[in-house]
């Protein structure tokens, strides 16, 4: 595998930025909508909500780019990281480097993937070269905590709307 993060490693953050963003753009519409910025404080929460969607949008469109541009790379040296593109290639698992499927396969369904995955199936296990090993500070989060870190979110955007005044 090529040095540095992969294209599949750098699309997670590209599909979440790109989701945050979208739903900012939905309570901009919603505040809009529901006459928020004709009172004072709802408009510095209009002004918030429009500066982080368009922050965000700017950060997808960079990821984009990268995601794109480290794809085509990959492509160029035989594989692919990424999920359900370019069936010409080989599928690597991007943590790991490991074959999960060959060039010309039928692309994988989710569990299919995730079985080969875990069951650390590889392909390229006859070639000379060895699959890069995972990096081990990175964690997968479980659903519980991303229902906490979403809570969490939640708590900061009401505590934003009552501090100021929007809700009473």
Known sequence: MLPGRSAGALAVPLAIIGQISFLFLLMVVASIAIGLPETHPGVIVVVTFVAIALSGVGATAVLYGIVGYRAANEVRFGYTTL???????EELDPATGRTIRGAGEPFLDKQTRARRIED????SESSS????PGNPYARRRTPGQWVVWSMGIAAGVLAVLVRTGVLK
């Open 83 to 89: 999920r359900g593109a370019h069936q010409e290639v």
């Open 120 to 123: 650390r199936f590889d392909l």
């Open 129 to 132: 070269v060895p699959a890069r």
